[in-house]
């Protein structure tokens, strides 16, 4: 069964520097997300992405966040200067179609950890 | 906003023991609700869902039905077994197109001893 792989499993990045998560989505998707659960909390909405750019965003995602397709495969979500509380397991997902008709499948996650 | 609430953990259960997680939720439109499963070091994956009122998902046993007039959605197995240990996670989308995301729960740990 197809699913959504993201790379790397666990990222260690010092306070400040920059990070990029990846993700690939199932091929024949066109909805893309990216959620994070800070330990022990709630998973939270990040971003959505659809036809190449973003058709929503939370709080959350601010100036310091980028998401971008560089290609037919990728998905990647760029923190720019990472701060402690960016610390969190990241989810990316994907859909077919809209979450009402089908289901997000998730990868299994990054885990970032900021130092 | 949307918020959906669930039953505070962890949940200990015997195996083949009665296993009811509760969730409720409040929303602006008709959302659709997922539980989705979370086992160890691994992703969210769908456990199931349902798109209206009244509809029931089931999958794996488990089932949950749609309950407007309460705003419900809770989760039910008969006979819980050792493998169901996980995380449970309630969520919801609003119908709104453009606005698909899903909001979760807290989630609710689940252990089942044999």
């Known amino acids: 069964e197809p699913e959504v792989t993201q790379t790397p499993s666990h990222q260690v990045t010092q306070m400040g520097q920059e990070v990029i998560l990846r993700c690939v989505p199932i091929s024949n998707h066109l909805y893309f997300y990216w959620y994070r659960q800070i330990l022990g909390q709630k998973v939270e909405f990040l971003v959505s992405f659809y036809n190449n750019e973003i058709s929503e965003k939370s709080e959350i995602f601010d100036d310091q966040f980028s998401v971008e397709r560089p290609d037919g495969s990728n998905f990647t979500l760029k923190i720019r200067s990472t701060k402690l509380e960016d610390s969190a397991m990241y989810f990316c997902a994907s859909s077919e179609e809209t979450a009402s008709n089908q289901p997000q499948h998730f990868g299994d996650g990054t885990r970032l950890s900021i130092l | 906003g949307n918020s959906v609430t669930q039953m505070e953990g962890p949940v200990t259960l015997s195996e083949e023991a009665f296993l009811t997680i509760n969730c409720t939720y409040t929303?602006?439109?008709?959302?659709?609700l997922f539980w989705y499963v979370q086992y160890p070091g691994e992703g969210l994956q769908l456990l199931l869902k349902?798109?209206?009122?009244?509809d029931k998902g089931s999958n794996k046993g488990f089932e949950a039905t749609y309950r407007k007039e309460t705003t419900s959605f809770h989760l039910e197995k008969g006979s819980v077994q050792v493998s169901d240990s996980a995380v449970y996670f309630c969520?919801?989308?609003?119908?709104?197109?453009?606005?698909?995301?899903?909001?979760f729960g807290t989630g609710t740990r689940l252990t089942i001893i044999p």
């Open positions: 929303a602006t439109g008709y959302p659709s």
């Open positions: 969520a919801l989308s609003d119908t709104n197109f453009g606005n698909e995301k899903l909001t």
């Open positions: 349902a798109t209206k009122a009244d």
